[in-house]
Structure formats: structure tokens, C-alpha cells
């Protein structure tokens, strides 16, 4: 598992299942397993399907697992903390640089005034991008409709 073979070991795991007894046994071992870490819980996830056990014990293990719920793709949470959110009236954009990105704005003369968005720094790439598509959809949408 230290090469984060993962997937491999969570097969390897479901072949002991019958070796270690009653079926609850395997689906608390399972879900412990898929604690370790969003990669081991990702190829749980994954082998849970494979394997051959009841659908109830598969919705188990499944229910189980740790939400992912509210939480970003393990692809858009990794990378280097390095990007930041800026915004300006009517815009919003990422960079890696701001006072480049500044320069860039003036130069282009869009009459662009970024401003950091506060508390949106140190971000992966990913993480950026999820916010700045999130501000993008809010003002995008359209108002709430008053039906009283």
C-alpha cells in the first residue's frame, strides 16, 4: 500500500472476506479501511461493486464511507497552493501572480482594478477555479422570482 497501490489492496482485501467470518465483520473492516485516507475510501468505492456480496452489504459499506458531500475531486483539491482568487466590478479571474496579472490588466487597458478576494488565497488550481466558477454562477443567475 505505501505505493499507493490502493485499489489493488482493497481487492486483495475483499478475497479475505470469506476467511474472516460473518459478513459484518468484512463491512466494518472495509469502511475502517476507507477511513485511512480520501485515496483508500476512493478504492473502496471502487471495489465495492466488483465484489460478490449482497446488495444490502454493499449499501452498507457504501453508507459507511466518508461524504463527500461539500468536498472537492481529490484531482481539483492536489496540486501546488500557489493560485488566488481576485475580482474587480464585474469581474473575476485566478492567478499565480498578482502583480503580474495586474500589469497584464493595465496593459491590455480594460480599465480592470483587481482586488484579492479575501480569504481566497493559497489555493490549489483546482480549489480557484471552483470559486471562481461559483461567483460566476451566482451573479449568472437570475433573481428569485417573488410568487406572494
Not at 472495509?30 to 452489504?57: C, H, M, T, Y
Not at 452498507?60 to 496540486?79: E, F, N, W, Y
Not at 480569504?119 to 449568472?140: K, M, T
Request: proline share 8%.
Amino acid at each position: 500500500m505505501w505505493k499507493g497501490k490502493f485499489t489493488g489492496a482493497g481487492l486483495a482485501f475483499v478475497g479475505l472476506i470469506p476467511y474472516i467470518g460473518d459478513g459484518t465483520k468484512g463491512v466494518r473492516l472495509l469502511a475502517d479501511f476507507a477511513k485511512k485516507s480520501d485515496r483508500a475510501a476512493d478504492a473502496v468505492r471502487e471495489v465495492v461493486p466488483k465484489i460478490q456480496l449482497p446488495n444490502s452489504a454493499k449499501e452498507k459499506i457504501l453508507s459507511l464511507l466518508p461524504s463527500t458531500v461539500g468536498r472537492l475531486p481529490r484531482q481539483l483539491r492536489d496540486g501546488p497552493k500557489k493560485y488566488m482568487v481576485y475580482t474587480s466590478p464585474n469581474y473575476i479571474g485566478i492567478t499565480s501572480d498578482f502583480n503580474r496579472r495586474v500589469r497584464q490588466h493595465a496593459r491590455a487597458g480594460r480599465g480592470i482594478a483587481p482586488t484579492p478576494m479575501q480569504g481566497a488565497e493559497n489555493l490549489s488550481l483546482g480549489q480557484a477555479r471552483s470559486i471562481e466558477q461559483a461567483c460566476i454562477e451566482q451573479v449568472d443567475s437570475p433573481p428569485p422570482v417573488d410568487v406572494s
